[in-house]
């Protein structure tokens, strides 16, 4: 006996005892299921991997970059959308005010010639990181990232 007919004898052994017979249809209907089960878990896992492509983001005007590690969001910072160099944040005016709605940061390029990229209102650059790593977990979510 090879071990293709030592498990099918075992198969038939359990469908005998659990249902009290053993027709071949029970098998194919049991490897069908198993495959089905095999695809919807591939899928699962390729659907919940796909974001990683997912890299950068068009934000305030200037490009944001990041990577990921272990799920989780890392190296977040903003690129000049014409050199492609990091930006330099200045977020001084933020300490000298108490109101948010005058809290403003600007996103400098340096290469360009200390050129303002973006002015954000609202916070300071660990509000807006905050803001932005949001925003692209939102879009993860929504799965609204692909198209653009
Ligand atoms: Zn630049």
Same mark, same amino acid.
């Given at each position: 006996?090879?071990?293709?007919?030592?498990?099918?004898?075992?198969?038939? +052994?359990?469908?005998?005892?659990?249902? $009290?017979?053993?027709?071949?249809?029970? +098998?194919?209907?049991?490897?069908?299921?198993?495959?089905?089960?095999?695809?919807?878990?591939?899928?699962?896992?390729? &659907?919940?991997?796909?974001? @990683?492509?997912? @890299?950068?983001?068009?934000?305030?005007?200037?490009?944001?970059?990041?990577?990921?590690?272990?799920?989780?969001?890392?190296?977040?910072? *903003?690129?000049?959308?014409?050199?492609?160099?990091?930006?330099?944040?200045?977020?001084?005016? *933020?300490?000298? /005010?108490?109101?948010? /709605?005058? &809290?403003?940061?600007?996103?400098? *390029?340096? &290469? *360009? $010639?200390?050129?303002?990229?973006?002015?954000?209102?609202?916070?300071?650059?660990?509000?807006?990181?905050?803001?932005?790593?949001?925003?692209?977990?939102?879009?993860?979510?929504?799965?609204?990232?692909?198209?653009?």
């Amino acid at each position: 006996m090879n071990y293709i007919e030592m498990v099918m004898g075992y198969i038939k +052994l359990a469908f005998i005892n659990i249902f $009290g017979y053993y027709e071949a249809w029970m +098998l194919w209907l049991c490897v069908l299921v198993a495959m089905l089960f095999i695809v919807l878990i591939v899928s699962i896992f390729s &659907k919940s991997e796909e974001y @990683r492509k997912f @890299r950068s983001i068009s934000l305030y005007n200037v490009i944001w970059k990041w990577k990921y590690k272990k799920g989780q969001i890392i190296s977040l910072w *903003c690129y000049c959308p014409e050199c492609g160099s990091p930006l330099l944040c200045d977020d001084e005016y *933020c300490r000298s /005010t108490m109101m948010l /709605t005058s &809290k403003t940061t600007f996103l400098i *390029c340096p &290469k *360009c $010639g200390d050129i303002e990229k973006s002015r954000i209102v609202g916070g300071d650059r660990n509000h807006i990181l905050k803001m932005v790593r949001f925003e692209i977990q939102k879009r993860i979510k929504n799965n609204t990232y692909k198209s653009g």
